[in-house]
């Protein structure tokens, strides 16, 4: 009989992994199990979700040992480390995929077929703020376990924008300010789109909780606030020659969805979407908006193609679940 669920390890236990990860297996039973220790040969397959500066070593010993891997984003802190990572999965001939979760959630898969389809004109601004307040002994501030704003929020804003505007940036501007921990407390960056289009966005760990972005284009706009949550309802406000128009979506487990469709790729032998090429498009712009906070200047990137981009066929709903009581671990605020 052919196996219809895949066994997964879940390698780091921090707050996402018990308040998001491991209670999303219950609404992901159809073809997805948790299972025990790596060795024992119950295993088919990792849920790593390390500090960003272990995503590379642990994939790789994962693909390795015939592991298929499904990893936190960011992919890991490099480029190189990507890559690496990416070689070893085709070497092992195993499925790698990132974890974003959005490229399954309605809301933000339907904003970018708002951009696709013309409704808004052609699109030419996106702007964007993702801001929370984390505590300074948390690991996202600590820069030698791969902290910093742009690793664990900004990368939401740079993902949204590549998947809007549907293409990759060719200059990359930054400037950090204020400190939390060992890394910067807030960065503003500006991301030059071939067609002469900016995407300009602003993330921070010493702020109230903001999560919005705004697509504009020459015919309207749809901005959807919140947009990057996973633990309430998301919200579009569509306004298209002066007339608005407002929509809720409810609450869902963001994932879930992304378990259900790993699996599904591993057990019928699909490439996955979001795969090694969509983390490294990321991490790339991430390393250069570092550079540029850093030089004070202007940063070039090089030609990358993506011809895979996540559309409303990737959608996958489950409902919502309920907070479940952590053990030793905090939220980045501080809280329980």
Known sequence: MPRKQVRYAVVGLGHIAQVAVLPAFGNARRNSRLAALLKSGDVD????????????????????????????????????QCERMAAAARDARVKLMVAYRLHFERANLEAIEVARSGRIGQPRIFTSTFTMHVVPGNIRVQRDLGGGTLYDIGIYCINAARGLFGDE???????????????????????????????????????????????????????????????????????????????????????APELLYFSDCVLKNHAPEPGPEEGLADVRVIRALYRSAQSGQPVELGPYERRERPGLEQEIRRPPIDKPRTVHTQAPSGGS
Do not use: W
């Open 45 to 80: 397959a990792v849920y790593i979700a390390t500090p960003n500066n272990l995503h590379a070593e642990y994939a790789i010993r994962a693909a390795q040992a015939g592991l298929h891997v499904l990893v936190e984003k960011p992919m890991a802190v490099t480029e190189e």
């Open 169 to 255: 940036p060719v200059e990359a501007r930054a400037m950090a300010a204020g400190s939390v921990g060992d890394v910067e407390e807030t960065l503003s960056a500006v991301l030059r789109f071939p067609g002469e289009r900016c995407a300009a966005f602003t993330c921070s760990f010493g702020a109230a909780d903001v999560s919005e972005y705004r697509i504009t284009g020459t015919k309207g706009d749809l901005a959807l606030e919140p947009a990057y949550e996973y633990a309430m309802a998301l919200q579009h406000r569509l306004t298209i020659n002066g007339e608005r128009k407002e929509r809720r979506f409810a609450k869902r487990d963001q994932f």
